[in-house]
């Protein structure tokens, strides 16, 4: 029982520390301050807007709430396991065992929400793949990609939205664009930007030959305005064309579908999976505003290179991580050299060990 007693213990002395970075009072502080702001006369006037703030107090007061319920939990866990080291008559140790493992898995997942250092951290997320190097392979390997991010965000219930999809010529795809919308999504899937490289018997080639495939994906925050710098509506060239693909009713038939250009930084931005050509513009502003934020911020021209849409080579020496199908299986991501031999898992969403590892190594 004391060897139990030492591990509530030090799980208490961890989680007093979160408890102490959380900084509780403030949050406190803050879930007023939006209250406050949501109980002002023409608050939902603006829905998007006020989607945006009720949505952000919501998130804050589930923290609050988990932090509180655990420092609870952890307080009478101990109580328990002292009275029954002192009674002979009662064993628990099983049960205190129990809650000790269930404890200890929350605590390791409000250790990993402290990682979440950066200011866009707690934002939704924009998530692109671009088919690279290995042709229709390539194309099926980004629609792999796809599914794995979707069910990635399903696993954590983050909503998700295709804006863009570019159809393979053959099989797959050759690029998409969707919405990730849940707390702290970009702080996690900032982790899968890079180039992600597939290896297998390729199911296109007759003679089963041995293929290797690349994406690029890329991941942004969604930033409604950009803070850097003033962006002149002048600086901007909108063009509409005709929608191609599935989207119901009329996709074809209109032009419905929006690219955005910055003329002085050349960014891009289409938008077509919308239902009419204003939402697809507003959806095409938002993702605008955020690579500009992102252009603005970053000193290093490769990187911004990227944001315009010159840089694609995804191709050998640039991947992030590997996924071998054959032959052998391994998945390894190369930043933290960390890896497992369950690739299917992985295909099927099953990435939070790659996202820890990713974000304790930038610690």
Same mark, same amino acid.
């Given at each position: 029982?004391?060897?139990?007693?030492?591990?509530?213990?030090?799980?208490?002395?961890?989680?007093?520390?979160?408890?102490?970075?959380?900084?509780?009072?403030?949050?406190h502080?803050?879930?007023?301050?939006?209250?406050?702001?949501?109980?002002?006369?023409?608050?939902?006037?603006?829905?998007?807007?006020?989607?945006?703030? *009720?949505?952000?107090? @919501?998130? &804050?007061?589930?923290? #609050?709430?988990? %932090? /509180?319920?655990?420092?609870?939990?952890?307080?009478?866990?101990?109580?328990?396991?002292?009275?029954?080291?002192?009674?002979?008559?009662?064993?628990?140790?099983?049960?205190? *065992?129990?809650?000790? @493992?269930? &404890?200890e898995?929350? #605590?390791?997942? %409000? /250790?990993?929400?402290?990682?979440?250092t950066?200011?866009?951290?707690?934002?939704?997320?924009?998530?692109?793949?671009?088919?690279?190097?290995?042709?229709?392979?390539?194309?099926?390997?980004?629609?792999?990609? &796809?599914?794995?991010?979707?069910?990635?965000? /399903?696993?954590?219930?983050?909503?998700?939205?295709?804006?863009?999809?570019?159809?393979?010529?053959?099989?797959?795809?050759?690029?998409?664009?969707?919405?990730?919308?849940?707390?702290?999504?970009?702080?996690? &899937?900032?982790?899968?930007?890079?180039?992600?490289?597939l290896?297998?018997?390729?199911?296109?080639?007759?003679?089963?030959?041995r293929?290797?495939?690349?994406?690029?994906?890329?991941?942004?925050?969604e930033i409604?305005?950009?803070?850097?710098?003033?962006?002149?509506?002048?600086?901007?060239?909108?063009d509409?064309?005709?929608?191609?693909?599935?989207?119901?009713?009329?996709?074809?038939?209109?032009?419905?579908?929006v690219?955005?250009?910055?003329?002085?930084?050349?960014?891009v931005?289409?938008?077509?999976?919308?239902?009419?050509?204003?939402?697809?513009?507003?959806?095409?502003?938002?993702?605008?505003?955020?690579?500009l934020?992102?252009?603005?911020?970053?000193?290093?021209?490769?990187?911004?290179?990227?944001?315009?849409?010159?840089?694609?080579?995804?191709?050998?020496?640039?991947?992030?991580?590997?996924?071998?199908?054959?032959?052998?299986?391994?998945?390894?991501?190369?930043?933290?050299?960390?890896?497992?031999?369950?690739?299917?898992?992985?295909?099927?969403?099953?990435?939070?060990v790659?996202?820890?590892?990713?974000?304790?190594?930038?610690?």
């Amino acid at each position: 029982m004391q060897e139990l007693i030492n591990k509530i213990e030090e799980l208490k002395g961890r989680f007093d520390r979160i408890l102490e970075l959380s900084r509780v009072d403030e949050k406190h502080q803050e879930i007023l301050g939006l209250q406050g702001e949501m109980a002002k006369p023409g608050f939902w006037d603006d829905g998007e807007k006020a989607k945006k703030v *009720s949505q952000k107090a @919501s998130h &804050l007061e589930d923290q #609050v709430v988990v %932090l /509180e319920k655990t420092e609870t939990e952890i307080h009478d866990l101990l109580e328990i396991t002292r009275e029954d080291k002192d009674d002979k008559t009662v064993n628990l140790s099983e049960d205190i *065992s129990k809650l000790l @493992s269930s &404890l200890e898995k929350k #605590v390791n997942k %409000l /250790e990993l929400n402290l990682l979440f250092t950066d200011k866009h951290d707690s934002s939704d997320a924009i998530v692109a793949i671009h088919a690279g190097a290995g042709g229709t392979d390539a194309q099926d390997w980004a629609e792999m990609l &796809l599914r794995m991010f979707l069910r990635f965000c /399903e696993r954590n219930s983050w909503q998700t939205k295709i804006i863009n999809i570019s159809p393979g010529g053959e099989a797959g795809i050759k690029s998409v664009q969707f919405l990730v919308s849940g707390f702290n999504s970009y702080g996690f &899937l900032k982790s899968e930007a890079g180039v992600h490289r597939l290896v297998r018997i390729s199911p296109f080639d007759a003679e089963k030959m041995r293929h290797t495939s690349f994406a690029l994906v890329e991941v942004l925050p969604e930033i409604d305005r950009v803070e850097s710098v003033e962006v002149d509506l002048k600086d901007l060239r909108i063009d509409t064309f005709r929608a191609s693909g599935h989207g119901g009713q009329g996709v074809n038939t209109t032009d419905s579908a929006v690219r955005v250009t910055h003329l002085p930084t050349k960014i891009v931005v289409s938008c077509q999976n919308e239902r009419s050509q204003q939402q697809n513009k507003d959806t095409a502003m938002k993702i605008m505003m955020s690579k500009l934020q992102k252009y603005y911020e970053t000193e290093v021209e490769e990187e911004k290179q990227k944001l315009r849409g010159e840089y694609t080579e995804a191709a050998w020496g640039n991947q992030v991580r590997s996924y071998v199908l054959h032959p052998y299986k391994m998945v390894k991501d190369h930043r933290t050299d960390f890896s497992v031999v369950d690739v299917e898992r992985v295909l099927d969403g099953d990435l939070m060990v790659f996202v820890e590892k990713y974000l304790q190594s930038r610690v």
